[in-house]
Each structure stands twice: as structure tokens, then as C-alpha cells.
């Protein structure tokens, strides 16, 4: 089955699974998490500094990429549509409502960064002008089976990114944000895995390959922020995330537990041999994660 037509297969499920997320989803208001009453205004004279709000570089170099990826929206937006919605129906209101939901993330964020001067203002809009302007979004947009595939895993690694930084904010203000982000997240991820679950029993041969040049090429979507491997690595140095928490809290429950790939009968030479290059890939990533925690810092990053 060409991507196209499981497209429309796909649409009855779309229906359902949207009314399953608005009924699950819960409305909330940016504006009513910030601590407005710490506000100060912002000099032009003034200079940043790291003793202006006491937390880890991790934690900051977390708040970098998970704000300026949500700031890259639009084009994310972009690929869904290109993949999926571009003939509207409920794959175009589905993004809509998907779009709209993801818009309030860069928005309580950056106010509750700019409120307690978290971050280094001047750094933080250069950096977005940059990643804007570049204008990144994944590759998957000419086929739409991967594009199920790499939004249901980039969902949930989204999720653990965004509620792991939570847990090393000390504010409380902060870590509640965090938790109200990743909450959302987590509605969309489950959205997008139930769904390719759907396109899986439907075309196992077709779907296969697509999770395997996805779960093989994958990449956070902020790849391309400035300074992406720094913070990358300051962020998987403090178990933020790192390379066993994506074996182990995405590609397992996901590709192993929830589609069971390994329990699939009847596949194509194709499949099969995509099959066996997932899980020899996953056999890569558990092992970089191992290789990695040996040279992981014994003691807390340093507050600065």
C-alpha cells in the first residue's frame, strides 16, 4: 500500500483517536503559571549573570534546547502538514489542534525564564533568530509512514526531556511548568504511537522499513540550535537524557513492548531484514549508553 493510500485508510483512526485526545486533554493558561510578581524590568544596560538565578548548567543548557525547539514550531508545523494534512480533512485538523497546543510551550516557558532571568536573554534571542532562520525540520516529509514513526518516538523522548528537566528545577513554579509540557506531550505521543499502531497491522512490510530508517537516523528536533552538542552533552551528563534513557524509556516500550516488532509473522524479505536492523541498532544505543555512564561525572554538576 503506497503512503498516500494508507493515508485515507488511516482516517477513520485519526477520527477516533482525536476525540479520545480532546477528551483527555485539559485546558490550562500560560499566564496563570508565571510568577509575575518577581518581574523586574530589563535595563539595556544591564548584563546577565549566572548568580541572577542559582541552578545547574545542566538545567540551562535543558531550558536552551527544549525552549528553542519548541520555538521552531513552524516548521514543524510545516512537515506535518507537507506529510499529512496537505489535503485538510481531520489530518489537517488534527495539526491545527496539535499546533495550537504546542504554541503554548515556548510561551510559559520563555516568560517564566525571562521572569527569573534563568537564562542569558540576549544569548537566548540570538540564538533563536539562528535556529529560526535556518528553518529545520526532519526529513521525513516526502513519506508518511516515517513520519508516524519518528513524531511517535520524538513525542515521547520530547516528554522525558521536558519532564526530567522539571524534576532538577528547585522552583517550584518552574518544575510545575515543566510538568504541564511534558503532560501535553505525552497526550501527543500517545496520539501518534496509537495511530502508527493502526498502520502497522495494516502494512507490516511497508511500515518495517520506515521504522527502521527512523529509529536508525534519529535525532532530537532541536538538532541544528546553536551549540546543540555542547548543551546536548551538559543534558545527558545529568541523566537528563542520554542514550539509555532512549533505549530504555522510548525504543523499548515503544518499538519492542507496544509494537512487538519482534513477534510480527508473515513479513517480506524487506521487512524481515528491516526488522533485524532495528534491533541491531538498538543493540548499538544500549551499548553507547553503557560507554557513556562510564565516563559520566561521579558527583552533581556544579551550580553556576
Do not use: C
Amino acid at each position: 500500500m503506497n503512503p498516500g493510500g494508507i493515508l485515507d485508510e488511516l482516517a477513520p483512526t485519526v477520527v477516533s483517536l482525536y476525540e479520545r485526545h480532546l477528551s483527555m486533554a485539559k485546558e490550562w493558561f500560560p499566564h496563570q503559571m508565571v510568577q509575575w510578581s518577581r518581574g523586574q524590568d530589563y535595563d539595556p544596560e544591564w548584563t546577565w549573570s549566572a548568580g541572577d538565578f542559582q541552578t545547574t548548567k545542566a538545567v540551562r543548557s535543558a531550558l536552551f534546547l527544549n525552549l528553542l525547539t519548541e520555538d521552531n514550531l513552524p516548521f514543524y508545523t510545516l512537515a506535518l502538514h507537507r506529510t499529512f494534512s496537505a489535503d485538510g480533512g481531520i489530518w489537517g485538523e488534527w495539526s491545527r489542534r496539535w499546533t495550537s497546543e504546542e504554541d503554548r510551550h515556548s510561551t510559559v516557558i520563555r516568560d517564566w525564564i525571562h521572569i527569573n532571568r534563568v537564562i542569558d536573554p540576549v544569548a537566548l534571542e540570538r540564538a533563536r533568530m539562528k535556529q529560526i532562520g535556518v528553518g529545520y525540520y526532519p526529513d521525513y516529509a516526502t513519506n508518511a509512514l516515517e513520519g508516524l514513526v519518528y513524531v511517535s518516538l520524538q513525542e515521547l523522548a520530547t516528554r522525558i526531556a521536558h519532564h526530567n528537566t522539571g524534576k532538577h528545577i528547585e522552583d517550584p513554579a518552574g518544575k510545575a511548568i515543566l510538568t504541564r509540557v511534558a503532560a501535553d506531550e505525552n497526550l501527543h505521543f500517545l496520539f501518534y504511537r496509537d495511530l502508527a499502531t493502526v498502520a502497522l497491522e495494516l502494512d507490516p512490510n511497508a511500515m518495517m522499513p520506515a521504522m527502521a530508517r527512523m529509529v536508525k537516523t534519529f535525532e532530537m528536533p532541536g538538532t541544528g540550535i546553536p551549540g546543540f552538542e555542547k548543551h546536548s552533552y551538559n543534558v545527558a551528563l545529568a541523566k537528563i537524557f542520554d542514550y539509555t534513557q532512549f533505549h530504555d524509556q522510548v525504543l523499548v516500550p515503544v518499538v519492542l513492548r507496544h509494537w512487538k516488532i519482534e513477534s510480527l509473522t508473515g513479513l517480506d524479505d524487506g521487512a524481515e531484514r528491516a526488522r533485524d536492523e532495528i534491533l541491531a541498532h538498538m543493540a548499538l544505543v544500549a551499548e553507547m549508553g553503557e560507554r557513556f555512564s562510564k565516563i559520566r561525572p561521579v558527583v552533581a554538576p556544579q551550580y553556576v
